[in-house]
């Protein structure tokens, strides 16, 4: 076991009998058990891609009904396809970290792992995108709000909540995700289907509201498990930009396409920025699928008659986590 900054880690070796980056000379994986105490740990991977130009890395909270290994294909995707570094990491509880899940277990393991991101992976919080889907979210924006972190490139939210209330839990406030979200000043961008059956789009709208920074795109034909599956091009397209031109700077987005032969003169540059803004603004004009006026009413409805229940216990008749096909070897 290796000690740095007080954070205790082992390297592993993670092993998915199904899925392998062995064979992907620009994809290389580190995996640790990252130690929150003498007893309890969490699992984490860091999968580097080499295409990185510029060293944006993703650290993902995966949803509820999820683990690591059933995460493990879609990580590879979302590196490869967005040409960045991903961390990503079990819940206390969850898949095979140990512990056990609740509210205050899963904030401590997020705060855990953006630590050893910064301390001992060496990644710049200037680096770093947070994206969580559907659980994954109460932590991140926890986080952000509650330990004043400035200096993330920003959040991509994946079907959110926008009020709940967990038994037994010190979050018993049901504005909470509306009082934290509003406290966060670096670009946000919010991805909800329309026709989601378990956290409905009406927490995203009403989220919406309270955000400073905002950009959305509300697929119309998008469910809670289709969302990534079934729009998969259009949901890369769609981050690809919001990541290019509202997270990274967008002079380094302008000299990215500038062939390195050619030197352009300030009227040209300015007029280059002027170019990218209409196409920002066209863009976020097309990124929203518009909600029709029958939609927002019955919106309004459900949001001042109800709140959402959630629970972020692990149920073992809803998991089919198939252990036999994850592992790890000291």
């Known amino acids: ?71 493990y294909s879609f990580l590879i995707d979302l590196s490869l396809m967005l040409k960045c570094d991903i961390i990503s990491f079990d819940y206390s509880g969850y898949g095979l970290s140990n512990g056990n899940p609740n509210d205050n277990e899963i904030l401590s393991d997020f705060k855990t792992v953006i630590n050893f991101s910064k301390d001992i992976l060496n990644i710049s919080l200037n680096n770093l995108i947070l994206m969580s889907q559907s659980l994954g979210n109460i932590p991140l924006i926890y986080f952000c709000s509650n330990y004043n972190i400035k200096k993330i490139k920003g959040l991509i939210l994946i079907s959110p909540i926008s009020n709940y209330k967990f038994n037994n839990s010190k979050f018993q406030n049901i504005n909470f995700f509306k009082d934290s979200i509003c406290q966060i000043n670096f670009p946000i961008f919010i991805i909800h289907g329309k026709k989601d059956e378990v956290i409905p789009i009406y927490h995203s709208i009403e989220l919406s509201k309270y955000v400073k920074n905002l950009w959305k795109w509300f697929p119309k034909k998008a469910s809670h498990y289709n969302i990534i599956s079934e729009f998969r091009c259009k ?44 196409g920002i603004q066209r863009e976020e004009n097309l990124i929203e699928d518009d909600i029709s006026n029958d939609e927002n009413k019955e919106i309004n409805d459900k949001m001042s008659n109800q709140h959402s229940k959630y629970t972020m216990m692990k149920d073992n008749n809803t998991f089919n986590y198939d252990i036999s096909q994850m592992s790890y070897n000291y």
């Not at 580097?48 to 995460?71: A, D, M, P, R, V």
């Not at 990274?248 to 007029?271: A, C, G, R």
């Open 1 to 71: 076991m290796k000690q740095k900054k007080n954070i205790q880690y082992k390297e592993i070796e993670f092993i998915h009998e199904k899925y392998k980056i062995n064979n992907l000379n620009f994809l290389t994986q580190s995996s640790y058990l990252v130690y929150k105490n003498n007893i309890n740990y969490i699992i984490t991977i860091y999968i580097k891609n080499k295409n990185n130009k510029n060293n944006n890395t993703i650290i993902f909270s995966h949803s509820n009904q999820s683990t690591l290994g059933e995460e």
């Open 235 to 278: 949901f890369y397209q769609k981050i690809k930009f919001f990541i290019n031109i509202r997270c990274n700077n967008i002079i380094d987005s302008l000299n990215q396409i500038n062939h390195p032969k050619y030197s352009l003169s300030n009227n040209e540059m300015n007029y280059k920025i002027k170019y990218f803004n209409y």
